[in-house]
């Protein structure tokens, strides 16, 4: 089973910063596609940055300039970092990995999600 923990939110004034982790642990043979989604009150859980395999990034129009998503492999570990917060990033931040466990089956794991507020 592969288990994805994320740590990092909290609160923060607008335009100030934060950077989430996603701390996976468990075995798998491969990553092919990893995200940050967030879901805010009241609304659906929306894309936030993507990472797929070769290093491609994408971002939602909403965090783009301000985002950045980032992966270590050595630590096992998928990063955003946060830039000029908004009010409206406040949300509950998910990470999200899909790839082959050891025994060749796919998984699509996501974390338990960890909270961003942007208040003054």
């Known amino acids: 089973q592969v288990r994805l923990v994320e740590s990092g939110g909290g609160l923060v004034q607008p335009g100030g910063s934060l950077r989430l982790s996603c701390a996976a642990s468990g075995s798998f043979l491969a990553i092919n596609h990893s995200g940050w989604y967030r879901q805010a009150p009241g609304k659906e859980r929306e894309l936030v940055a993507t990472?797929?395999?070769?290093?491609?990034?994408d971002y939602a129009d909403s965090v783009k300039g301000r985002f950045t998503i980032s992966r270590d492999n050595a630590k096992n570990t998928m990063y955003l970092q946060m830039n000029s917060l908004k009010y409206e990033d406040t949300a509950v931040y998910y990470c999200?990995?899909?790839?082959?466990?050891?025994?060749?089956?796919?998984?699509?794991?996501w974390g338990p999600g960890t909270q961003v507020t942007v208040s003054s």
């Open positions: 990472l797929s395999r070769g290093d491609t990034t």
């Open positions: 999200n990995q899909k790839g082959v466990r050891l025994s060749g089956r796919a998984y699509d794991s």
